[in-house]
């Protein structure tokens, strides 16, 4: 804006001097009448009226410039304003998320995909992209009635996969697997974006999740010990997760998936080793994650109302049927976000948790904390954790040493109303894998 607004000012003093330097040349170069050569080429009453004159027309000149100058100005600051998409008329163009939707046989992809445009911004930062598999009619009868609303693909290869006698049960894993490689290769490659936010058709999303993913998104791109931004938390049920801390962001060395923003970077990195099945727990594993953390919430952005799928309801009727969707807008893009960055981040973290005071698994359950805390309560082995997190209400599975939602060990949630911290002692550096 400094330097449009210079361009501007500097334009004008080039105006104005180039009119002063007109006006002398006028003055020096005209030729002396008759009457000036007999006074002497003093000028007289001629020369005084034709300064005069000269005078009024670089006054109204003036006059002039100043209107343009206003009005280029007045162009400007309109320029540089929000349009109605909250996107910046001036400077850099924002950047473009899309919101990859991946469907199969669900008529209710409606819920998912209606919650998507209602709460979207903008179509042009936001472009939907629904990406198909199963060839089901009635369900992509669902997604073409939303007509230009959404891009719909369809996966083209609806064979069965080669599979091993065993895994035939699981022939529908090795389908997804397939279809997320084909979805990803046409968001990155084939559409050219540089990253994407991905959803199942089973997901409703939260009011704020535009502003979420955007606000995350310059930080994601910056800070190279992250590898994703999730919406959800494993651990959110309704009681578990603080109701007035709908801003509260964590990172996280669980990789949680249920509505995350990757980069094509990181597709780069992982597409040629991209698994033929099971591909959520494979980007657990270490090889890929490779101690990078993702960024989650506190409350959920995302909530799951697909009971029915190749998991068979896994963990929905016990915990994901219960996980509190966030309902209170909070403009993450004016926020201060640094402190997610991480060496600030895992300083202030470890000094919260391990400063917390120091109780047992009884006063927890019993109710017997004194305080408002947090407080912290220490596990020292990989029964030990699972026995503390089914007792005290949250995910005991493990996934190559790493308890969902956990970092560096700790799994932090309310338990009555206050806050602990699941800990390892002081001193912890890395996951055990044997852990799962």
């Known amino acids: 804006m400094l330097r449009k607004r210079g ?26 009448s008759g009457r000036e050569e007999m006074d002497g080429g003093r000028g007289g009453a001629d020369l005084a009226g034709d300064v005069i004159h000269m005078a009024e027309a670089f006054e109204a000149e003036l006059e002039m410039q100043r209107k343009i100058l206003l009005q280029i100005q007045g162009h400007w600051s309109l320029w540089e304003q929000p349009n109605e998409n909250g996107a910046s008329r001036g400077g850099p163009p924002q950047v473009v998320i899309p919101i990859l939707v991946i469907a199969c046989n669900r008529v209710t992809v ?12 903008s179509a042009e930062l936001y472009p939907i992209i629904v990406s198909q598999d199963c060839g089901h009619a009635e369900t992509a009868q669902v997604i073409g009635s939303y007509g230009s609303q959404v891009t719909h693909l369809k996966q083209p290869d609806l064979s069965d996969i080669a599979v091993r006698p065993e895994h035939k049960k699981f022939q529908g894993y090795y389908k997804i697997s397939r279809h997320y490689r084909w979805a990803l290769n046409q968001v990155f490659n084939s559409l050219s974006h540089s990253s994407v936010v991905i959803v199942e058709d089973d997901l409703e999303v939260a009011p704020d999740f535009f502003e979420y993913f ?44 249920l509505g995350w923003m ?4 990181l597709w780069i990195e992982l597409e040629p080793k991209w698994p033929g099945a099971f591909w959520d727990d494979w980007m657990r594993q270490p090889d890929q994650r490779r101690d990078r953390a993702c960024i989650r919430p506190e409350i959920s952005r995302t909530l799951t109302f697909g009971r029915k799928g190749v998991s ?8 994901l049927r ?21 060496e600030k981040y895992k300083e202030i973290f470890e000094k919260q948790v391990y400063s917390a005071p120091l109780v047992k698994y009884e006063e927890v359950q019993r109710g017997q904390l004194k305080g408002a805390g947090p407080f912290c309560l220490h596990y020292s082995s990989k029964d030990g954790f699972k026995v503390l997190a ?3 209400g ?28 699941l800990a390892p002692p002081p001193g912890w550096s890395k996951y055990d894998p044997t852990w799962s």
């Open 110 to 121: 409606k819920r998912c995909l209606d919650k998507l445009i209602e709460y979207r911004p």
């Open 390 to 392: 089914k007792n005290l």
């Open 7 to 32: 361009s501007a000012i500097l334009c004008g003093a080039f105006l104005f001097v180039a009119w002063n330097a007109v006006v002398v040349l006028y003055l020096w170069g005209r030729p002396l």
């Open 214 to 257: 955007r606000s995350l998104h310059p930080i994601l791109k910056s800070d190279l010990s992250l590898w994703c931004v999730s919406a959800w938390n494993d651990n959110g049920r309704d009681g578990y997760v603080d109701p007035g801390k709908a801003d509260l962001l964590y990172r996280t060395d669980f990789f949680p998936g």
């Open 322 to 342: 219960y996980i509190k969707l966030n309902s209170e807008f909070v403009p993450f893009t004016k926020l201060d976000l640094a402190y997610l960055k991480e």
């Open 262 to 265: 990757m980069l094509k970077e």
């Open 394 to 421: 949250v995910m005991e599975d493990l996934k190559s040493g790493v308890p969902r939602t956990g970092y560096r060990g700790v799994v932090s949630f309310l338990s009555r109303g206050r806050r602990i911290f």
């Open 312 to 319: 068979l309801g896994q963990f929905y009727d016990k915990y």
